[in-house]
Each structure stands twice: as C-alpha cells, then as structure tokens.
C-alpha cells in the first residue's frame, strides 16, 4: 500500500476545460428545478431534520454547498477534508436540465458506430446518451418510461451510473458540486444541497448523509450496438444541449492510461493493479468482484461464466466501442469493447455461454444471443436475460469504495 497525493497544473487545466467557461447561449445559471412529492403534490419540509424520515417530508436547514459541519447535519459519511475542490464552481460544470432528443432511425450517422453511449432502457423506453455530450456536462436529469432519473457519469473515474432522482418519496434533481471524493464526482441534490457520491449514490455530507440512491442498470454501449439492439430508441440530441461546447472533442487526451496516475486522488491505492487499470466491477451478495478488462475481453467477443457471491452470472465482452479518455476525439480511442452482465437463467432452466464469432450461444439449447442478452434465434428465440447491475471504471476508484474486493485478472 501506498499513498498518492497527485495535485497537478496540467491535470486543473484538464478540468477546467472540461468546464468550458462561458458560452453565447449557455445558461446564465443553472436550471432552477422543481421539487415535488411523488405523487405530484408539493412538497412538505420540516425544520427537524433529527425526526424520523418520513415520505415526501425533506428537511431543512443549511446547505452543505456552504458548509461541511452545521449542527443540523447528522455525522458525515466521509471526512469532509477529503471532500476537494476540482476548480470549477457548484454547477460550473452544467448539467443538462431539459434534454432533447431524436429518434435513433433518423440518426443513424449522428456517431461514429465506435462512440461510446450510456444506454437506459426503462418500460420499453430507450434513450442513448452519447459520452461526447456527457463528458462536458456529466449529469443528464430526465424522466425516462415515465421514471425521474438522473444519469451520471465521470470522466476522472471512467464510469457511469444512473439513479433514481427520488429521495423518501420526493422527486428532485441533481447539480455538479465542483468537488470530488477519491477522484470522483460529488453531486448535491437541489432539494437540500446535500453532497453525494455519484460512484456509489450515497449522501455523504448534509441534511440527507445517510440516505443512498436506487441504481438503474445503464450499461456503457458502442453506438452500433444501441441501433442494433434499439432502433426504436431515441438518443439526446448534442445540437440541442442549450450549451456551446465542443461536442466530440475529448478534454481528457491521454487519461486513460493505466501507467498515469488520478486526478486528485487522496487515498491509500491498491497495489494488486494500476491504478488506472480498467476493470468490471460486480457487487452481489454483500461480496464484491472485480474483473480486469484483460480477463474478460479477447478477439471479437467472449463469455465468462463465473460466479460472484452465492449468484452465478455471465459476462459478454464484444469488441467495437472506443475509449472516450485516450484520443483527441472521443470515439478514436482504442476499442475497448462493450460489456453486459447477466443472470444465466432462461426459462427456468440454467445456461453456460460461448462465444460464436460477434455472437454468444448456450451451451445447453444453442440458440444464438446477442451482446445484450437477448435470444436472437434458436429455442430460446425472444427471451431477455435478466440484467446485473456493473460498473466499468478504474481500479483505484472501486478499490476506494470495495476495499477488499476480489480481484480477477487474466491469470485468475
């Protein structure tokens, strides 16, 4: 083990630019957003923030954009003193309040096939949204199959999640704090400014610490795979943004690079992998596992069949999606691949994977799968894997939040 402080003029330059700084038609500030009870009501707040948590109540009280130790706070989940500022102020780094969107059959030359995607499917909605927009703004707040949702990603961690943006019952949104955790994105919630780690969605400083976000599997997809998979989908629009940035240009050349170290990462690093190590991390009964991209990824496609926890699961790799942090532009970087998760269980009966050129078979029936879990030919023709939940990302980043976690890597 070892301890890495790494604070340096460059890498401010990196964020700063990721700001963009001004703009024409860029938002004076950012969108002002309405906080609601789930039911449509407006919301109830309470000046006790000691009570018992009740639905649709919030409380009130200090911000924590202001302040890290107000007596109203219940004992922060992280020593604040880690809580450090990436350059930019609350919302410098705009998230995107009111997305527009185009339908995928009317855009198909919108991305290079390589470019990378958050993929959301919810109640047979399906929404793209591409890394070329979500690396400037890093929060996207909309309502996806009639879900309040806010899809997050950060470029210093390398990963993505989405959360339900509803907290005891109340619908809100979420702002960029302009700080990080262990080289992380912090967010607050626009309802009580409280601080959140986006790797994990947990309110770690506030009126709210305590309170934890329900993850929504959104799975990093090249373009080419949304289409395919949903050409019914719509993806958000970088001509409708309402911001001027320099959509598909990557403000982060040369951060994916397993020998450099993280931006202002404070923490003790684990030292079975680089820090910066790509790796699929997997958490299912209460057990933590995490595989390098080595050892799951080779050739065109491959399946793992392994087992995390008590839970037997698969993992499909395929080829075709770029990094967005190597190349000046965020669809030339290497092919790093696409990667899905599931539960081997097709109609009750239990399923091992091969992989069949850019398509997976079963073992048991071979039918033919495609990378994102559906049966495409064969006796299981139309049914859907169940999906688990992953994270692509860096290795110092789920190491700082699974200490302990087993690590698989292409000798494992």
């Not at 500030?29 to 449509?40: I, K, L, V």
């Amino acid at each position: 083990m070892r301890h890495r402080v790494l604070i340096a003029g460059a890498a401010l330059a990196i964020v700063a630019a990721a700001c963009g700084g001004a703009a024409d038609n860029s938002p004076a500030d950012a969108a002002a957003a309405t906080t609601t009870a789930a039911g449509g009501d407006e919301t109830t707040t309470t000046a006790d923030p000691g009570a018992a948590p009740a639905v649709g109540v919030l409380p009130e009280g200090p911000s924590a954009l202001d302040t890290s130790n107000a007596d109203e706070f219940p004992p922060p989940l992280v020593d604040p003193g880690d809580i450090l500022s990436g350059g930019p102020p609350p919302d410098g780094i705009p998230p995107i309040d009111e997305p527009i969107f185009v339908n995928v059959i009317d855009s198909l030359d919108l991305l290079q096939d390589s470019a990378p995607v958050v993929a959301l499917e919810i109640d047979g909605d399906a929404r793209a949204y591409p890394i070329e927009v979500l690396v400037w703004h890093e929060i996207v707040n909309d309502t996806v199959g009639g879900v309040p949702v806010s899809v997050t990603y950060c470029p210093l961690c390398n990963s993505a999640v989405t959360y339900l943006r509803e907290i005891r019952g109340v619908e809100t949104t979420f702002g960029t704090s302009g700080r990080l955790f262990a080289s992380a994105l912090v967010m607050y919630d626009r309802a009580t400014e409280s601080l959140w780690t986006h790797f994990d969605g947990k309110a770690v400083v506030g009126l709210l610490t305590g309170e934890e976000l329900e993850a929504i599997s959104s799975p990093l997809l090249s373009w080419g795979d949304f289409i395919e998979a949903y050409p019914n989908g719509q993806v958000l629009d970088p001509a409708q943004t309402g911001f001027n940035r320099d959509y598909g240009r990557n403000p982060y050349i040369g951060y994916d690079n397993a020998s450099s170290e993280p931006f202002l990462f404070t923490g003790i690093t684990d030292p079975r992998a680089a820090s910066k190590q790509r790796i699929v991390g997997i958490e299912l009964d209460d057990e933590a596992k995490a595989f390098t991209l080595e050892a799951i990824s080779e050739g065109v496609a491959k399946a793992t069949n392994t087992a995390v926890g008590n839970t037997d699961v698969v993992i499909f790799w395929k080829s075709g999606q770029a990094s967005a942090l190597e190349a000046g532009s965020v669809d030339d970087g290497r092919d790093v691949g696409s990667v899905s998760v599931f539960l081997p269980v097709a109609d009750g009966q239990a399923l091992t994977f091969t992989a069949d050129g850019d398509v997976f078979r079963d073992d048991q029936t071979g039918s033919e799968w495609s990378g994102l879990g559906e049966a495409l030919s064969g006796e299981l023709e139309g049914i859907w894997l169940e999906r688990v939940n992953h994270l692509d990302t860096f290795w110092f980043a789920w190491a700082t939040y699974s200490p302990g976690t087993e690590l698989v890597d292409v000798a494992g």
